[in-house]
């Protein structure tokens, strides 16, 4: 493995996100609620490029106490991102899928050092494998 | 050691609707590095025919229909919807923005040496790794609800002259399976007749979402042509949420999910218990766009009655399924939940020599080549006659190698993963 400085976290806009591109792997660092997450661009479904997709909140659906449905609403806590390959939609906070937690992006480690974001990535010789095969 | 100069990486950006194509298929051109040597064959792509409709409407052969259609096209808002009875505002497939190459192919393309249309579609088969690729209409697909024939007729029959004049012979390696107006027989007969010579049309296709019943008298005539040429006959499925039954489901995931099969299943049924198969057993039959799981259903379900109530279809001299299995089927969208009931799936119709591989791009639920290469159970002779070699011996295609290496694709493509 290796540290990658990725460039200053105040570069970042919150929601935001930069993806970086290595030998033959890319990573998607994403800022939410001042706090970052890495994942492995790769979707668990197909392998699209998942990190690169739209940033949209979960949608719920609201239901009364008597359990009639009120319709849906975009959700004031979970935000996502899309894969645009296909919709898979993954928590950005947990990386995992929105409907369905066995599907989940692989997470990599990313932290902030002295102001810059700072990843861990394999070494180029490593070819990074997804999380999972198939959702 | 922590890297700071120089860097060793590089920024890649989000994926929106003007991302050039071999862009957004990066990953697929990747994995397409692991079958280089393999035969690849698409047996079902998608123009947006609407992007060219003006090209369209002045091939419509009738100067009455073609003026009926270029003035609803000047009116604004109407130049790519004339004619058709699509229903733009309930067109859901993107996913409401998030699936951006299902909204519109909008990359930047500098060749005009070709058409627009071939430059998009010469960049997804070389993304991709397809050597040929098969070309179906898009918004067309619900033509045959269209409540007047004769504009079926005429728009359908501009489409194929569009298609097979301006865009078949910009390059070798798309195909075209000619629209068939359904909803007036003897129409299908003219444009069979017209291209049945032409190398670029590889066979013929109906738009499955239609009420008009496959063993009707009135299609013999057209069976019996196409059975003449040699060229397959497929059916190609699609929705249509304005279906009686369907206006019960109150989202698009229900309607889509059931509607291309629910069409497959009545025709497919129709067909066989009239016994068309033995009235035209040389006409070769491909069933596209319903995914795989409706098959041994179906099979299972004809077979249980067909033998109690033989005497409703006295023309069989085999069980449904047996019908079923001499026909031929695309893979996608490949139902992949459940790889044991998968395999049971392709075991049921004999997937290794009946299955042709589709991607159904630039579709919100399109599946690479590596939907067939991952999975576990095939040996590499079934995934090779499943990419390809089934399509070459039912389309009798020249086995050569038509695309480029994938790492060359992914060389002109600095910058970007």
Redesign the interface.
């Known amino acids: 493995m290796?540290?990658?400085?990725?460039g200053p976290a105040s570069e970042f806009a919150d929601p935001g996100r930069?993806?970086?591109?290595?030998e033959?792997?890319?990573v998607g660092v994403f800022k939410v609620g001042g706090a970052f997450y890495a994942y492995l661009?790769?979707c668990p479904h197909?392998?699209?490029?998942a990190c690169?997709?739209?940033i949209?909140p979960k949608v719920d659906e609201v239901i009364a106490p008597d359990r009639t449905s009120k319709g849906f609403e975009f959700s004031k806590t979970q935000l996502n991102v899309?894969c645009?390959?296909?919709?898979f939609?993954f928590d950005i906070r947990t990386g995992k899928h929105a409907g369905h937690s066995k599907a989940r992006l692989r997470p990599m480690k990313v932290r902030v050092?002295s102001g810059d974001v700072?990843l861990t990535v394999p070494d180029a010789r490593e070819q990074p494998v997804a999380e999972a095969?198939?959702? | 050691?922590?890297?700071?100069t120089p860097?060793?990486?590089?920024?890649?950006?989000?994926?929106t609707m003007q991302t050039d194509t071999r862009d957004?298929l990066?990953?697929?051109t990747?994995?397409a590095e692991s079958f280089e040597d393999y035969f690849l064959v698409d047996i079902d792509a998608h123009v947006t025919e609407t992007s060219f409709w003006p090209e369209i409407l002045e091939s419509i052969d009738n100067e009455v229909i073609r003026q009926m259609g270029q003035a609803i096209a000047g009116r604004p808002g109407s130049g790519n919807v004339a004619l058709l009875n699509a229903q733009p505002g309930i067109l859901y497939q993107h996913?409401y923005?998030?699936?951006?190459?299902q909204q519109a192919l909008l990359e930047k393309v500098d060749n005009k040496s070709v058409h627009h249309f071939v430059e998009l579609a010469r960049r997804s088969m070389d993304a991709l790794g397809l050597d040929y690729q098969v070309v179906f209409p898009t918004p067309m697909l619900t033509l045959g609800m269209h409540p007047q024939d004769d504009i079926e007729a005429a728009v359908g029959a501009a489409y194929n002259k569009w298609l097979v004049e301006r865009i078949l012979p910009q390059d070798e390696r798309l195909k075209g399976m000619i629209y068939l107006p359904f909803n007036t027989p003897e129409a299908c007969v003219e444009e069979v007749n017209k291209y049945a010579g032409n190398k670029s049309v590889i066979g013929y296709s109906v738009v499955s979402t239609r009420n008009k019943p496959v063993h009707h008298n009135s299609y013999m005539k057209l069976y019996a042509t196409m059975e003449e040429t040699g060229k397959p006959f497929s059916f190609h499925s699609g929705f249509n949420w304005n279906d009686p039954s369907f206006l019960q489901l109150n989202r698009f995931i229900s309607m889509h999910a059931l509607s291309f099969v629910h069409y497959s299943l009545i025709h497919m049924t129709n067909w066989i218990i009239n016994g068309i198969p033995e009235r035209f057993p040389k006409l070769k039959v491909l069933w596209i766009e319903s995914g795989l799981a409706w098959i041994p259903y179906l099979m299972q379900r004809l077979d249980h009655e067909y033998q109690m109530r033989t005497c409703e279809a006295p023309m069989l001299k085999k069980l449904p399924s047996d019908y079923m299995r001499d026909m031929f089927y695309t893979s996608q969208p490949l139902e992949?939940?459940n790889l044991k009931l998968l395999q049971a799936t392709m075991e049921a119709f004999n997937a290794d020599t009946q299955l042709l591989y589709a991607s159904d791009w630039p579709h919100?639920?399109?599946?690479?080549p590596?939907?067939i290469t991952?999975i576990p159970f095939l040996s590499d002779q079934a995934k090779r006659n499943i990419l390809g070699l089934n399509a070459a011996r039912l389309f009798n295609l020249d086995v050569k190698r038509m695309r480029p290496k994938a790492r060359d694709v992914l060389a002109a493509r600095p910058g970007?993963?």
Do not use: C, Y
């Open positions: 290796r540290e990658v400085n990725i930069k993806i970086v591109a290595f033959n792997f890319e661009n790769h197909m392998g699209g490029p690169q997709g739209k949209i899309v645009p390959w296909h919709g939609e050092e700072v095969a198939e959702a | 050691m922590l890297e700071r860097p060793q990486f590089r920024e890649v950006q989000e994926i957004i990066a990953h697929a990747r994995q996913a923005g998030r699936i951006p190459h992949k939940t919100w639920d399109f599946d690479a590596s939907s991952t970007v993963s």
